[in-house]
Nanobody, 127 residues
C-alpha cells in the first residue's frame, strides 16, 4: 500500500502549486485524507484535511484562505491547491490516510491519527 505524493517544485512567492496524492494497493474511500508538512529540523505540522465524504475540511491557520483541499472519490485522489505561496511554505509535504472512519465528517489534525503516509514532495518557495 502506497500513497504517492506529487506536484512539488520550485516557485516564486505569490505563485501557485497543486499537489496530488494518489493511493495504490488499496482505496481509502473510508478514510480522512490529510496533508502535513515538515521543515528540516522541525516537527511535522498539520496543513489540511478532508473527511471521507469530502464535505468537511480543516486548515491550519497559516494556510487558511490560501490553500484548498479536495478529493476526487471517482479517481481516489486528493489534491491540495496552494495559492499565494510564501517562503515560509517551503517544506516537504506529506499526504496521509487515516484508519477507516464510521463518520463521514470525521477529521483530525493529529499525525498520530494517520496510519498511512506518502513519501513526501518538496515545495520550495524562493525568489
Amino acid at each position: 500500500v502506497q500513497l504517492q505524493a506529487s506536484g512539488g517544485g520550485l516557485v516564486q512567492p505569490g505563485d501557485s502549486l497543486r499537489l496530488s496524492c494518489t493511493p495504490s494497493g488499496r482505496t481509502f474511500s473510508g478514510s480522512a485524507m490529510a496533508w502535513f508538512r515538515q521543515i528540516a529540523g522541525k516537527e511535522r505540522e498539520f496543513v489540511s484535511v478532508v473527511s471521507r465524504s469530502g464535505s468537511r475540511t480543516a486548515y491550519a491557520d497559516s494556510v487558511k484562505g490560501r490553500f484548498t483541499i479536495s478529493r476526487d472519490t471517482a479517481k481516489n485522489t486528493v489534491h491540495l491547491q496552494m495559492n499565494s505561496l510564501k517562503s515560509e511554505d517551503t517544506a516537504v509535504y506529506y499526504c496521509a490516510a487515516s484508519k477507516p472512519s464510521f463518520s463521514t465528517l470525521w477529521v483530525s489534525v493529529h499525525a498520530d491519527d494517520y496510519n498511512w503516509w506518502g513519501q513526501g514532495t518538496l515545495v520550495t518557495v524562493s525568489s
